[in-house]
């Protein structure tokens, strides 16, 4: 599979089989989506199928209503998200989880959250696939996944795995 770290310039969306849309601060991720007029081309790629993953800043990207402020979004997943709703970088904390993915095995896991968006309404299609402390901070709709915490710094290796589930059907 073939992959890159961070957001990829508009020629090279073609070559990938998955896109993982990082933590960080949204607002730089929107501002370097307008400088490289990367808004339309990254929406087309993931409206065609393309297995994405968005973490934390990623979510709230992916998220079709921002709140908290409210900001622009690629609108692709039927969720809400608040900003910042856990509270400011002194309140990031550890949690613990269970991840439920659909083959209905639940997973004890431990999630990191940094500044991070909380998850306020799930839409019908949408798929709440773990929680913490009573809210949803995984959830999927189609090819697309969205966590709230940042996997890659507490739980693990499960979510990403979960994810490459998902790309591999789509390997050519």
Not at 21 to 27: K, L, Q, V
Not at 54 to 60: H, R, S, V
Request: hydrophobic residues 40%.
């Amino acid at each position: 599979m073939r992959w890159r770290s961070l957001f990829p310039f508009v020629a090279q969306l073609e070559g990938l089989d998955g896109l993982i849309i990082p933590g960080g601060e949204s607002t730089t991720l929107i501002k370097l989506m307008d400088v490289f007029d990367f808004w339309d081309p990254l929406k087309s790629w993931i409206e065609a199928g393309h297995p994405t993953f968005g973490t934390c800043a990623g979510a709230i990207l992916l998220a079709a209503d921002v709140q908290s402020p409210a900001q622009k979004s690629l609108g692709l997943i039927d969720i809400t998200v608040e900003r910042n709703s856990y509270g400011r970088q002194i309140d990031s904390f550890e949690g613990h989880g269970t991840f439920c993915p659909e083959s209905g095995a639940t997973v004890e896991m431990d999630m990191v959250f940094i500044r991070a968006p909380r998850i306020t309404r799930v839409g019908a299609d949408v798929e709440s696939l773990a929680d913490c402390r009573g809210d949803t901070v995984v959830a999927r709709q189609g090819h697309i996944l969205v966590s709230t915490f940042h996997p890659e710094l507490g739980a693990g290796s499960r979510l990403h795995e979960y994810f490459l589930q998902m790309v591999q059907p789509t390997l050519k």
